[in-house]
Nanobody, 117 residues
Framework: QVQLVESGGGLVQPGGSLRLSCAAR????????RAWYRQAPGKERELVAR???????NYADSVKGRFTISRDIAKNLVYLQMNSLEPEDTAVYYC???????????WGQGTRVTVSS
């Protein structure tokens, strides 16, 4: 019922920027809560940023002021603009969605971000 597809990862130098995109293919008309998580090697998956159906956002402390989550409701797209990237931001980034009409969480396949000189 829900398919999430991420894009936009890659290799970037410290201080650089990347924008991740997540396209949602969903069989019902719903906005839901959308989020980005990341998992670095040897670490647990962590929440990076979230945007609720009402448009409220919250961020991990480590990315506040550097990352911005946004969305295009009409296109069912969510973005993560990442600026001033640091080597510590290196991880696989996953798109997440929750819809009140559907059970559980939905995940994309992940897109790798590597910050290195």
């Amino acid at each position: 019922q829900v398919q999430l597809v991420e894009s936009g990862g890659g290799l970037v130098q410290p201080g650089g920027s990347l924008r991740l995109s997540c396209a949602a293919r969903i069989s019902i008309a719903s906005v839901g809560t959308r989020a980005w998580y990341r998992q670095a090697p040897g670490k647990e998956r962590e929440l990076v940023a979230r945007i609720t159906s009402g448009g409220d956002t919250n961020y991990a402390d480590s990315v506040k002021g550097r990352f911005t989550i946004s969305r295009d409701i009409a296109k069912n797209l969510v973005y993560l603009q990442m600026n001033s990237l640091e080597p510590e931001d290196t991880a696989v980034y996953y798109c997440n969605a929750r819809y009140p009409e559907l059970p559980g969480d939905y995940w994309g396949q992940g897109t790798r971000v590597t910050v290195s000189s």
